[in-house]
């Protein structure tokens, strides 16, 4: 709780005026209709409020709401970060409607702290909320005027099914449902000499049995709210990595996340900007993944977004190489660290010696990219011999029986003349299990009785 003493003269009479939109409106009216959208707004309303006090509410639109914050809950020093955690927490608030539950894509524009209450002439404010919601990615907007746009039944259809698999993998991961399998990227030659190991989302079934999350994955991916995932499974991957000093990782995300403008305006990824400025040396061991369509369509930022993680010390590994979505000059611009190459070419090599020859050709077009090319797919002893024919120095393969849930991470080779990190020999496994944290949440700001907020 803040202590209202201690707030500077200034700001205890200034506010932060907010615009909250809803980016998936059209796709809720589109499947719900008006009265669905109604409950939408509703249901945004009551979560602001719960989360966000003091607060005033200004007006309402059909897709969004202006509201007034107290300029002292949202700093300048904080403003990205408080907003960030505060969009979070709206869209991982679903909507019960029906027999259903929907996801709400918020994004938020915020002005500078400016004197005044209700009443008073908020249109420079305004204007400056606005403009910064406008430059935001918001993906899931994106998506939502697609549908609303190109409406059919089967496109509807498969929103509501989209919408049912990502929240069912959003509440997963919310009661610690999920956990990483570990797939390690190894020499095809010398299957103990290991790379690294990639992280892959997972869950038990009835029986134990483990099942991957792509397909809910995608489902959040063409909703637009693939980062509301990404940033949870960066933040647990960094645990990792914490946990382990030999530990080498990296993690797949969404090209949708690539953006410091996802919740609002410098409101994304806050907490792992944070967390890798106050420990360098976990920045060298983490390998950020994204698919070659990143080259297709940028966000805005996605370049400034890469560059900053890339001087922070992160390696940026870009896979699905060849699958037809980008140039190697649209690539280039990336100047990824590592490239694995589609899994589809591997796993079709034997089919004629054209597909076979495709392997070292695309082998030898990815290392004009950078030095560290991976084979994906490798899943036969029969491809893994391939690949070394084909000179591959690593590759990685979903059916070899080497995916663990146990962390089973080795131990620096000093005689390695890899580039970092290093290639390492395999040691006994680590009695360290990986754990998933509490997400992180809003933490919201209540005034006491008796001491109203002096704002409104």
């Known amino acids: 709780m803040i202590d209202l003493a201690r707030i500077s003269p200034p700001n205890r009479c200034r506010n932060t005026l907010l615009v909250a939109r809803l980016d998936n409106a059209e796709a809720i009216a589109a499947i719900h209709g008006e009265d669905g959208l109604r409950a939408a707004m509703a249901h945004l309303a009551g979560a602001i409020e719960r989360n966000l006090n003091p607060v005033r509410f200004h007006k309402a639109e059909r897709d969004r709401m202006t509201l007034l914050a107290h300029a002292a809950m949202l700093e300048p020093d904080f ?3 408080q907003i960030e955690a505060l969009g979070m927490q709206l869209c991982l608030d679903p909507l019960v409607h029906g027999a259903g539950r929907i996801l709400l894509s918020v994004s938020i524009g915020h002005s500078d702290p400016v004197p005044g209450v209700l009443g008073e002439d908020l249109s420079a404010a305004l204007a400056a909320a606005c403009a910064r919601l406008e430059r935001l990615a918001a993906p899931g907007h994106t998506a939502s005027l697609h549908l609303a746009n190109e409406a059919s039944a089967q496109m509807l259809a498969r929103y509501r099914d989209d919408m049912a698999r990502a929240e069912r993998l959003l509440g997963q991961i919310a009661r610690g449902e999920t956990f990483f399998a570990w797939r390690p990227i190894f020499d095809p030659r010398h299957p103990d000499r290991l790379f690294q190991h990639e992280a892959l989302l997972r869950y038990a079934g009835e029986r134990g049995e483990q099942f991957d999350c792509t397909a809910a994955y995608a489902a959040l991916e063409r909703l637009g709210m693939a980062h509301l995932l990404d940033r949870s499974l960066v933040l647990r991957v960094l645990d990792a990595l914490e946990a382990d000093p030999h530990a080498h990782l990296s993690i797949a995300i969404s090209p949708q996340s690539l953006s410091f403008d996802l919740g609002g305006a ?22 950020l993944e994204f698919h070659e369509s990143a080259a297709c369509r940028f966000w805005p930022g996605t370049l400034t977004f890469l560059n900053t993680l890339r001087e922070l010390g992160v390696g940026l590994g870009l896979y699905g190489f060849g699958s037809g979505h980008a140039s190697v000059r ?15 070419f591997l796993r079709t090599a034997f089919l004629s010696e054209r597909n076979r020859a495709r392997v070292g ?7 004009t990219l950078c030095r560290t090319v991976i084979l994906t797919g490798a899943e036969t002893p029969a491809q893994i011999r391939l690949a070394a024919e084909e000179g591959a ?12 849930t146990r962390r089973v991470w080795s131990a620096p080779d000093r005689a390695a003349q890899d580039r970092s990190p290093r290639a390492r020999t395999a040691s006994a496994p680590s009695a360290l299990e990986t754990a998933a944290p509490e997400p992180a949440r809003f933490r919201p700001l209540s005034w006491p009785l008796a001491a109203q907020s002096p704002v409104f």
């Open 79 to 81: 403003v990205c970060a």
């Open 266 to 287: 410098d409101a994304a990824w806050t907490d792992v900007l944070a967390r890798l400025e106050r420990r360098p040396e976990l920045a060298e061991r983490l390998v």
């Open 330 to 344: 649209q690539l280039a611009v990336l100047r990824p660290d590592q490239v694995k190459l589609d899994s589809a």
């Open 361 to 367: 050709r695309l082998a030898l077009e990815a290392r």
């Open 393 to 404: 120095e690593w590759i990685a393969g979903a059916r070899l029986g080497r995916v663990g």
